[in-house]
């Protein structure tokens, strides 16, 4: 069975302060991983995606791969109230062509 | 550019009918996927289209269905629905189905 984890939080900071949200995966064969911000009541909105290990930056947010270690993080840099969302990381299914989805990680920005 | 269509926004069904539900990818996007979203559960992936084929499906009874037309627009059937079948029901399409995904909005079906 694929599986993607996530702490599901919620996950609190302060305004300004740098969000860390993580991921793993068990299926070694993954090769893309995406990160999506969901506010309640709205459906997933992609905001970076990374094939390579290493780091990607967009903006305030960064991406980074470990796939020997079979982990992704998110860092949201200079943190918003309105970053506040439940954050799910999906990786590649391999052969099956689909995204398997972690359950997602709740972040709450306090201003 | 428009972005993933879903339609209707929501639907109130009650137990043993069946509906169905539509969507229409981004312009140029082949695969379409649609997921079952709820609050226990999360995200579950229910099966993906490409080209009219179905290329992969997830752990759903085969009261769920689905199919994709020429024109790569896709709709999702399920019939003899259950009171567990109430949840957002998302679309998302890509060029392919491991490339990144962008959802609709969504059809919240409420069954009582």
């Known amino acids: 069975q694929k599986e993607v984890e996530q702490n599901s939080g919620p996950l609190s900071v302060p305004e300004g302060a740098i969000a860390s949200l993580n991921c793993t995966y068990s299926d070694r064969g993954s090769q893309s991983f995406f990160w999506y911000r969901q506010y309640s009541g709205k459906s997933p909105e992609l905001i970076m995606f990374i094939y390579s290990n290493g780091d990607k930056e967009d903006g305030r947010f960064t991406a980074q791969l470990n796939k020997a270690s079979q982990y992704v993080s998110l860092l949201i840099r200079d943190s918003q109230p309105s970053d506040s969302a439940t954050y799910l990381c999906?990786?590649?299914?391999?052969?099956?062509?689909?995204?398997?989805f972690g359950k997602g990680t709740k972040l709450s920005v306090k201003p | 550019k428009a972005g993933v269509t879903q339609t209707p926004r929501y639907l109130i069904k009650t137990r043993g009918q069946q509906v169905t539900l539509s969507c229409s990818p981004i312009?140029?996007?082949?695969?379409v996927s649609w997921y079952q979203q709820t609050p226990g559960q999360g995200l579950q992936f229910l099966f993906e289209?490409?080209?009219?084929?179905?290329?992969n499906k997830g752990n759903f009874p085969g009261r769920f269905s689905g199919r994709q037309f020429s024109n790569s627009r896709s709709e999702m059937n399920v019939s003899t629905l259950e009171l567990g079948d109430s949840a957002l029901y998302l679309c998302a399409s890509s060029f392919a189905g491991d490339q990144p995904q962008h959802f609709g909005d969504g059809t919240r079906l409420s069954i009582l």
């Open positions: 312009s140029g996007h082949r695969s």
């Open positions: 999906a990786g590649d299914g391999g052969s099956q062509g689909n995204l398997i």
């Open positions: 289209y490409f080209s009219e084929t179905q290329r």
